[in-house]
């Protein structure tokens, strides 16, 4: 006898598969994605608000003593600094819509699970129609492609890991946002 598990089959096509046991796990995986996904956005979002806010401040309270500060920071690095604050604001408003979508996706996710009747009552495709109509068009657009690729290829992760993968280039984009923040605060340090 061997202990190896054997292999979950699926339907031919890459559809759903049929095993309570591999149903199960996928739902788990779905699941567990949408939790981390939701939690690696709430944190990158509120890091990226502090860290823009910080040097904002920062930048104002600069600003405002330009007159006291012109013998000891160079005018010029202050306005460089501020260019490249400016670009990670940009940054930022971007990787807040991105945590928007992640965030409000996976809290609707967890709520929806708490609702979920039994699978066999409800009409999917009247779920679908019905909740697409709440989204403008370029988001009833992306919903329904998602959708439509989900089910084209039978799994049931596809959606969930779609916004793990879109948390990762929220943190992606953050990281370059400090980074940007990082060589504004360098300018004025080093014109000192």
């Known amino acids: 006898m061997s202990d190896e598990q054997p292999q979950t089959q699926r339907p031919k096509g890459g559809g759903i598969p049929h ?11 779905g699941k567990v994605l949408s ?5 690696i956005s709430e944190s990158v979002d509120s890091f ?7 040097f904002g401040a920062v930048l104002a309270l600069l600003f405002a003593n330009i007159d006291k500060l012109k013998g000891f920071i160079e005018i010029s690095a202050l306005r460089h600094a501020a260019r490249f604050y400016f670009a990670a604001a940009i940054l930022g408003v971007f990787a807040r819509l991105l945590g928007l ?3 409000s996706a996976t809290k ?16 999917l495709n009247l779920y679908l129609e019905t909740a697409q109509r709440a989204f403008f068009p370029h988001a009833r657009w992306f919903l329904k492609r998602l959708v439509a ?20 280039v929220q943190s992606l984009i953050v990281a370059v946002e400090a980074i940007l923040v990082l060589i504004a605060g360098g300018m004025i340090v080093f014109s000192i």
Not at 35 to 39: C, E, F, K, L, R
Not at 108 to 115: N, T, W, Y
């Open 35 to 39: 939790i981390a996904a939701q939690s």
């Open 101 to 103: 979508m992640v965030t």
């Open 149 to 168: 690729r989900a089910l084209e290829q039978g799994d049931l992760t596809y959606i969930d890991r779609m916004w793990m993968k879109c948390a990762q």
């Open 48 to 54: 990226s608000g502090w860290l823009l806010a910080g």
């Open 108 to 123: 609707g996710k967890s709520g929806a699970s708490e609702l979920t009747p039994d699978a066999g009552d409800i009409d």
């Open 19 to 29: 095993d309570s046991k591999s149903l199960t796990t996928l739902i788990f995986t």
